[in-house]
């Protein structure tokens, strides 16, 4: 099933920067893969929008092959991060699919599913570097990562150095601008005067728990 997504998707990425990722892509892309329609509706019950979460997710999956051939452990935490970052936006073939992307997810209708996929993006980067946090952490990781993968794709759109340099200065800045922000949190751990004082929120955060997997709910599937 996955292989025929794919195609499917293939044949839609040409028609995606004239048409979007519209009903008219999705039948082209139906027409010109030799796929029957019947089928195409069963794999992608909303046609392109389920064909744009496809190409997300395969510039995920590139970003992660590129991870684990990287010389990882010979770079500082912070640069790890950047180049996962810069990793899931070389992914990218054409940006002309990304703009039609944002204006499919900015539709109320989808705005969610663009939010999910984002955070899933940030969320298989802290997983791919190794991340163990399973308190409050994990949720202020991963909403710190998203913004600013989101803020330098935004970036990156508009761009038109060579080798897209302006982009990774850009990128540099924000991490920077994130240690500085987790700097300040230690000093606030680190505290005495400010621990007692924030005794009774910092108790609150400290009960959050990162999300497990469960196996016991009903409807629950797996590929």
Known sequence: MSDMIEKLLDAALIHVPFDGWSEATFKAAVAESGIE???????????????????????????????????????????????????????????????????????????PEGARLIWGTCDLIWRSLGDTSDDVNWYTKRMTLSGVYSSTLLFWLGDESEGSAATWAFLDRRIEDVMQFEKVKANLRDNPALSRMLKGPLDVLGRIRAPKPRDDMPGHWDK
Do not use: W
């Open 37 to 111: 329609m019947a089928l195409a509706r069963a794999l992608c019950p909303r046609g392109a929008v389920d064909l744009a979460v496809a190409y997300h997710k395969r510039g995920d999956r590139r970003m992660v092959a590129r991870l684990n051939e990287a010389a990882l452990s010979q770079m500082r935490f912070r640069d790890r991060i950047a180049a996962s970052v810069r990793y899931r936006i070389e992914a990218i073939e054409d940006k002309e699919l990304v703009r039609r992307g944002m204006t499919l997810f900015a539709l109320p209708q989808h705005a």
